[in-house]
């Protein structure tokens, strides 16, 4: 049973810094598209950033692009998200997601979610 566990997550004071884990129990994590996504209060999730299967290529939502870095470790089957300047409206549920390194494929495997605060 495939299994996708963030952590990291908690409460920074604006301009701060977290790094988010995602461990994945995929046997063949390496040939996965890895993503992370976000869901405020009373918002629809919205993407934040995805990662290639190689690592080699990164995509991110305009709102965190300069501030957030994914990134991922084959051999740890981790993906990460490094987050720096964090600003109020960042504050959300954060999931980390994974689909098949295919065109056309649908995120079929997600996380519970960690909770990102940032607040004074």
């Known amino acids: 049973q495939v299994q996708l566990v963030e952590s990291g997550g908690g409460l920074v004071q604006p301009g701060g810094s977290l790094r988010l884990s995602c461990a994945a129990s995929i046997r063949t994590f390496s040939s996965y598209d890895m993503a992370w996504f976000r869901q405020a209060p009373g918002k629809e999730r919205e993407f934040a950033a995805r990662?290639?299967?190689?690592?080699?290529?990164?995509y991110y939502a305009d709102s965190v692009k300069g501030r957030f870095t994914i990134s991922r470790d084959n051999a740890k089957n981790t993906v990460y998200l490094q987050m720096n300047s964090l600003k109020p409206e960042d504050t959300a549920v954060y999931y980390c997601?994974?689909?098949?390194?295919?065109?056309?494929?649908?995120?079929?495997?997600w996380g519970q979610g960690t909770q990102v605060t940032v607040s004074s």
């Open positions: 997601a994974a689909r098949r390194s295919i065109v056309g494929s649908e995120y079929i495997y």
């Open positions: 990662i290639r299967w190689s690592g080699g290529i990164t």
